[in-house]
């Protein structure tokens, strides 16, 4: 088995890595104060190329695969998990579906802008009512000739009030359970289509999490991804990578707080030497570089297989389970380890620590990652 990553792989990690430390680094404390989303810093990802990593290049994507798409989101996570989450959410949520399932017409339009960086992209499956149990859907689409009409509210929407294009899920045939479930393409230009809510977090809060009111939005036909039906089915093989991002969005956070906890450490100085000469300190920066070590093991490999178009749901739901834990757990020491200073806004730590926790909810709480696993393992 080789671990080794290929040289380009390596060339666009270390790209965007600089990339990170340049330019995202030093605003990533102050677009979290602010609440703001840094959009230069998406077009400034566009001009990388990075808006479309795992898309198809006939559609302006760069064909990379799910690996690369992991070591380009951990490293947005080193410094900005907010950063990272919108852009997880764009790319995994917004860009690949369209990717998998759309037409050719659709991916002309609706895709090519979201994978070159002219657009960002959301996706809308959860509701007030559901969160664990998404399947239980008040959203209707009705067809009407030769339109749909969408009625419902979504509830903590990834990029919704920056969005240039929301994939919406909706029951079109209430009486056939998963199978009553589509797929729309819905544009926040639609009439109907209000972002009623930009919720205030306890982290990510430079990556805007909204809720949508949909009232009887009118769409063609011709923006109905893949058939009536297939919505649910289309939700499951996309969850598969978006617990990859998540897992690679963690290990992000993870890393980041370790080498802010470890470079501390070396400096700080008690009782005459640093206190990575005491072995408190030193054994906890040594849990927290195993946990991470750890977690980016998993995160790749689930990466890899999908990529070699095996089937990923147990990897990755052990990767998202592992890698978001790990993201807790090591932001968690991280603040410990800088004492006081790790419970103020001057250090990154306490940054890391706020963001790590969503990674445990989104994307399938901690507790549907067991359930899908112990169903992967017969159990």
């Known amino acids: 088995m080789d671990f080794e990553l290929s040289a380009e792989h390596r060339m666009i990690r270390d790209t965007v890595r600089e990339f990170c430390e340049a330019e995202i680094e030093p605003i990533a404390q102050e677009v979290e104060d602010e609440h703001r989303f840094p959009a230069e810093i998406f077009d400034q990802l566009a001009d990388l190329d990075m808006m479309g990593v795992p898309v198809s290049e006939e559609y302006g994507g760069l064909g990379s695969g799910q690996l690369l798409y992991a070591l380009v989101t951990e490293e947005l996570g080193r410094v900005s998990g907010g950063i990272g989450l919108s852009y997880a959410a764009h790319t995994s949520l917004g860009a690949k579906p369209i990717d998998l399932f759309g037409t050719h017409e659709q991916k002309e339009e609706w895709l090519r802008p979201l994978a070159e960086g002219e657009g960002i992209g959301a996706w809308a499956l959860t509701e007030p009512g559901s969160g664990s149990d998404a399947s239980d859907m008040d959203t209707m689409a009705e067809k009407d000739g030769d339109e749909y009409v969408i009625s419902g509210t979504k509830q903590f929407i990834t990029n919704a009030n920056v969005a240039n294009s929301v994939l919406v899920k909706a029951v079109t045939d209430p009486g056939a359970g998963y199978d009553g479930i589509s797929t729309f393409i819905v544009s926040p230009d639609d009439d109907g289509f209000e972002v009623t809510t930009v919720w205030d977090k306890m982290g990510l809060n430079c990556s805007p999490t909204c809720e949508i009111q949909l009232d009887d939005v ?15 089915e289309q939700t499951m093989k996309t969850l598969d990578g978006g617990r990859i991002s998540i897992a690679a969005l963690s290990t992000g956070l993870a890393q980041g707080a370790y ?21 408190a300190i030193r054994d906890k920066l040594v849990d927290m570089h195993r ?15 999908y990529d070699q178009g095996q089937s990923v749901t147990r990897t990755s739901s052990l990767a998202k389970l592992d890698a978001s834990e790990a993201a807790r757990e090591v932001a968690e020491d991280a603040v410990q380890v800088l004492g006081g200073y790790g419970y103020t806004e001057d250090f990154a730590p306490q940054r890391f620590y706020r963001d790590a926790k969503l990674m445990e909810i989104g994307e399938g709480t901690s507790e549907i990652q067991h359930l899908v696993i112990g169903r992967e393992l017969g159990l």
Do not use: C, M, N, V
């Not at 009118?218 to 649910?232: H, K, Q, T, V």
């Not at 802010?260 to 072995?279: H, L, M, N, V, W």
């Not at 946990?291 to 297989?305: C, I, M, N, V, Y």
């Open 218 to 232: 009118r769409i063609p036909e011709d923006r109905l991804l893949g058939e009536e039906g297939e919505g649910w």
């Open 259 to 279: 080498e802010a906890a470890e470079s501390y450490a070396k400096e700080r100085e008690q009782f005459g030497k640093p206190i990575t000469k005491f072995d």
């Open 291 to 305: 946990k991470t070590e750890r977690a980016r093991l998993l995160t790749h490999k689930s990466a890899w297989e």
